[in-house]
């Protein structure tokens, strides 16, 4: 009897963070600050409840699939009462997060009217998901992300200055590079989805003996170059007149790796 089947409470948060920073002062006109950052999470993925849908649904399909209201529950007599402080679901909604970042602010005073500003950072990101979208105990709609792994490196350079007492200007440079990498599993159960008895268990129309509706493994590659300046020019007490402007170019990389149930790999890439 699915209806028998216990509850659980959801969305459990067990986050930790810790933060340290160091001020360097090696002369009178330069500083260093630098600042670490840590956070761990053995949290869950946002709570999912079962609310049963009162119009037929179009799925993006070729062709169409129409389900009926309330499907796929209420076509095999499982729909869950409406409770909406626990969740019914077939794996344990996890969100795991492990967060690293390194900051350093650096300034060297050249003279009263210039100054050299440096901002550095690092951050390395990994995270494990699972996500059970069906709300139900039965595998219907469920991605699995078992791995992703970013990191991103930054610096900019700032000069800031005046030109006598009617002017400020600052002009500098910025680098972004970034690397995501990514392993997602889907499992999507043809059954449920259609209604149809005789393909429960299919979780592919392609490979009906396959666990999974198939994976994917995606490396993503982010550049960002930029130059900018901008400059205030006090025309009097009351009126400021502000003139700047940015260059950036942004090159992204895309490639991916989609394994088939059958161990076949389709490869892409894109740029961008």
């Given at each position: 009897?699915?209806?028998?089947?216990?509850?659980?409470?959801?969305?459990?948060?067990?986050?930790?963070?810790g933060?340290?920073?160091?001020?360097?002062?090696?002369?009178?006109?330069?500083?260093?600050?630098?600042?670490?950052?840590?956070?761990?999470?053995?949290?869950?993925?946002?709570?999912?409840?079962?609310?049963?849908?009162?119009?037929?649904?179009?799925?993006?399909?070729?062709?169409?699939?129409?389900?009926?209201?309330?499907?796929?529950?209420?076509?095999?007599?499982?729909?869950?009462?409406?409770?909406?402080?626990?969740?019914?679901?077939?794996?344990?909604?996890?969100?795991?997060?492990?967060?690293?970042?390194?900051?350093?602010?650096?300034?060297?005073?050249?003279?009263?009217?210039?100054?050299?500003?440096?901002?550095?950072?690092?951050?390395?990101?990994?995270?494990?998901i699972?996500?059970?979208?069906?709300?139900?105990?039965?595998l219907?709609?469920?991605?699995?992300?078992?791995?992703?792994?970013?990191?991103?490196?930054?610096?900019?350079?700032?000069?800031?200055?005046?030109?006598?007492?009617?002017?400020?200007?600052?002009?500098?440079?910025?680098?972004?590079?970034?690397?995501i990498?990514?392993?997602?599993?889907?499992?999507?159960?043809?059954?449920?989805?259609?209604?149809?008895?005789?393909?429960?268990?299919?979780?592919?129309?392609?490979?009906?003996?396959?666990?999974?509706?198939?994976?994917?493994?995606?490396?993503?590659?982010?550049?960002?170059?930029?130059a900018?300046?901008?400059?205030?020019?006090?025309?009097?007490?009351?009126?400021?007149?502000?003139v700047?402007?940015?260059?950036?170019?942004?090159?992204?990389?895309?490639?991916?790796?989609?394994?088939?149930?059958?161990?076949?790999?389709?490869?892409?890439?894109?740029?961008?």
């Amino acid at each position: 009897d699915l209806h028998s089947f216990p509850t659980r409470r959801s969305s459990d948060l067990e986050p930790g963070s810790g933060s340290g920073t160091l001020l360097f002062t090696p002369t009178t006109n330069i500083e260093l600050l630098l600042t670490y950052d840590h956070v761990r999470d053995r949290g869950e993925s946002p709570p999912i409840y079962p609310i049963l849908q009162s119009a037929p649904t179009v799925l993006p399909t070729h062709p169409a699939i129409v389900l009926p209201p309330e499907t796929p529950c209420a076509a095999y007599d499982f729909c869950p009462p409406r409770d909406f402080r626990h969740s019914r679901i077939d794996s344990e909604n996890i969100a795991h997060n492990d967060l690293d970042a390194i900051t350093l602010n650096a300034s060297w005073t050249i003279n009263d009217n210039l100054k050299l500003v440096s901002v550095t950072g690092y951050r390395d990101s990994r995270e494990s998901i699972v996500n059970d979208f069906d709300a139900t105990e039965l595998l219907i709609f469920r991605a699995d992300i078992p791995t992703s792994d970013q990191d991103q490196f930054s610096q900019e350079l700032r000069l800031v200055g005046q030109f006598g007492s009617r002017a400020d200007f600052v002009v500098g440079a910025f680098y972004f590079d970034a690397n995501i990498q990514s392993h997602v599993i889907r499992h999507t159960n043809l059954g449920y989805i259609t209604g149809n008895p005789a393909l429960l268990g299919v979780l592919s129309p392609i490979y009906p003996g396959a666990t999974n509706s198939g994976a994917a493994r995606y490396d993503y590659d982010s550049k960002s170059y930029a130059a900018f300046a901008q400059t205030d020019i006090h025309m009097t007490d009351n009126l400021t007149l502000t003139v700047g402007g940015r260059y950036t170019i942004d090159e992204k990389d895309i490639y991916f790796r989609r394994y088939n149930p059958d161990d076949t790999v389709k490869i892409g890439r894109a740029h961008v």
